[in-house]
């Protein structure tokens, strides 16, 4: 089986024709990091190159699937990177190629030629969400949630997939607010395929995988190529390009960049606490007067 460092991919020993992709970084709540889309992607390609396989099961270790990008790393940390660049001016064009490279990799979920499975307990957030949605199917605990919470500042989702999953009024909820669903909801909303008590979450997802599994490679590449052309068509291509960019651009504009700041200054936790709280973000003049406040402090 291939070597990874953020994820493990292998054969269900019980049931060969189900491949389990597992994000395997339970002590950062398997967030991403700048190895985690090139992984998943190559983690695809050998599924999608073992005869065997016919359906991939997405999954995460420990405590949830997938917390979204290690805020430890891009928001707390001190670095220049090309999804946050501390020079100035910032390169929209650098920021913009990391990023849609990262939705790209994500993306080979979607385009893979097998049916792709997220089964999600814990948290999908940020991040994670786009790495769930990019499956063809959803299965989620009940108590599971799922969200993009960083649409209150700092983060636009790249791969645009909710309004293509969820319509265009929940989406729109959604994506104004940055509130999580449950599972149960997610499932009422159609976002989810099913939602059951976590308990009964693996062998609900493997009942759906094996009566999968059950038809011709051949034909599940035809059927998903049918459906991700309708969804080609509305002009998903199009909406993620313009999503990536605004990615960037929320993450450096002044909100953003307050938000970064106040990371680095109070710990990333603090941070997502107040952006999550529904306590106004600071904005235009008064985020660039903290932002200065806060550079100050921190100035030799």
Known sequence: MPAFTTLQIGKDPAHPRVARLLLNRPERLNAINDDTPREIRAAVEWANADEEVHVIVVEGAGKGFCGGYDLGVFGEGEIDHPCQQERAPWDPMEDY????????????????????????????????????????????????????????????????????????????????????????????????????????????TLALANRIAGVPRSHLAMHKMVVNQVMLAMGLEQSQQMATVFDGITRHNPEGLWFRRYAQDQGFKAAVQWRDSGKPIPEGDEARALIRGMEARKAP
């Open 97 to 204: 190629a990391y990023m849609k490279r990262n939705t790209e990799d994500f993306m080979s979920l979607w385009r893979s030629a097998k049916p792709t499975i997220a089964k999600v307990h814990g948290y999908a957030a940020a991040g994670g969400s786009d790495i769930a949605l990019c499956c063809d199917l959803l299965v989620m605990a009940s108590d599971a949630r799922i969200g993009y919470m960083p649409t209150r500042v700092w983060g636009c989702p790249t791969t645009a997939m909710w309004t293509y999953r969820l319509g265009p009024t929940r989406a729109k909820q959604l994506m104004f607010t940055g509130d999580t669903i449950d599972g149960t909801t997610a499932a009422a909303w159609g976002l989810a395929n099913e939602a059951v008590p976590a308990d009964q979450l693996e062998a609900t």
